[in-house]
Nanobody
Framework: QVQLVESGGGLVQAGGSLTLSCAASGSIFSIARMGWYRQAPGKQRELVADIISGGSTNYADSVKGRFTLSRDSAKNAVTLRMNSLKPEDTSVYYC??????????????WGQGTQVTVSS
């Protein structure tokens, strides 16, 4: 099965920066999308940013201009650079990948989540 390993969460003051990384492991045949969602307590999970196989990126309006998503296709990994952080960015961030294993359909796989806390 596909496993996602996340790192980089932590505490930061408003205006600061954090970098989240995620690497997918396992027998992956193809990745269609990869990126990050976030979910704060009592709120719905929302897409933060993702990247498709062709290289196009998609960002939530609330993070455009502040967050940058990049990928390392050879390592099946993505990096989310989070700048100018705001208290409202506080959430648990979940890496996800839409991937297929050989002989199987595409499925979504999720990381365990990493906490990002931004103090005012």
């Amino acid at each position: 099965q596909v496993q996602l390993v996340e790192s980089g969460g932590g505490l930061v003051q408003a205006g600061g920066s954090l970098t989240l990384s995620c690497a997918a492991s396992g027998s992956i045949f193809s990745i269609a999308r990869m990126g990050w969602y976030r979910q704060a307590p009592g709120k719905q999970r929302e897409l933060v940013a993702d990247i498709i196989s062709g290289g196009s990126t998609n960002y939530a309006d609330s993070v455009k201009g502040r967050f940058t998503l990049s990928r390392d296709s050879a390592k099946n990994a993505v990096t989310l650079r989070m700048n100018s952080l705001k208290p409202e960015d506080t959430s648990v961030y979940y890496c996800y990948v839409l991937a297929s294993q050989y002989g199987n359909n595409y499925n979504n796989y999720w990381g365990q989540g990493t906490q990002v806390t931004v103090s005012s």
